[in-house]
């Protein structure tokens, strides 16, 4: 099956900072999201990109598919910021949302 | 607009009894449905998956199993809980193939 890696693995930030997660694949994909999860496990979906680039205030993801990698950018921190992010990404003709083991976030007061 | 149920939040249960978690998805029809467990150590591992009513697909061969008797229901079950089986379990929803994932928001189990 399709591989999935993000990195870093664990990130701390100061509040105010910017940051860039990172979401490699092992093979070409029909889509990809990017989730974050609070520190209370709700899964939120914050972007379906198979490709290109999208933006929604603070955070914007762009997907190069032929490279086979996404990546989350978070800029301006927020202490609500903080969580575990993760990538899923369907290989072609796959009913299955496979997921990467996360980037855990910790933004600082 | 939809919406995801999954119920309950959190479940104490000693070895060996029964199981049944149950999610409802309003707002739509025909989705595909997913089960997912999330252990500690954070990686997301997909269980069991459902295209349509009575049809389930099997990822990970273990102690568990699910159902979907209506159109909108999904229910992970278990005859016998062991200790391994604890953990986060989530559900969640997307519209069909190559479709935005939606979660429940999850049941922490314990098993003792």
């Known amino acids: 099956g399709i591989q999935v890696e993000q990195s870093p693995p664990d990130l701390i930030l100061q509040e105010g900072a910017n940051s860039t997660l990172r979401c490699n694949f092992s093979?070409?994909?029909?889509?990809l999201q990017w989730f974050h999860q609070n520190p209370w496990g709700q899964l939120i979906n914050l972007f379906y990109?198979?490709?290109g680039t999208k933006q929604n205030g603070r955070l914007s993801a762009t997907t190069v598919a032929t490279e086979r990698y996404s990546l989350l950018y978070i800029s301006s921190s927020q202490t609500t910021d903080s969580g575990v992010y993760f990538c899923a990404v369907e290989a072609g003709g796959s009913y299955i949302p496979t997921f990467g083991r996360g980037t855990s976030l910790i933004v600082h007061p | 607009s939809q919406t995801i149920h999954q119920w309950p939040a959190t479940l104490v249960q000693p070895v060996g009894s029964p199981l049944s978690l149950e999610c409802t998805v309003e707002?739509?029809?025909?989705?595909?449905l997913y089960w997912y467990r999330q252990a500690a150590g954070r990686g997301l591992q997909l269980l069991f998956y459902s295209v349509g009513i009575g049809q389930i697909s099997s990822e990970v061969p273990q102690n568990l199993s699910a159902s979907r008797p209506q159109d909108r229901q999904f229910i992970l079950s278990s005859k016998k809980l062991l200790l391994s089986d604890s953990g986060f379990y989530l559900c969640?929803?997307?519209?069909?193939?190559?479709?935005?994932?939606?979660f429940g928001s999850g049941t922490q189990l314990s098993v003792l």
């Open positions: 707002g739509t029809s025909n989705p595909n």
């Open positions: 990109i198979p490709s």
């Open positions: 093979d070409s994909v029909n889509n």
């Open positions: 969640a929803w997307s519209e069909g193939v190559d479709e935005k994932l939606f």
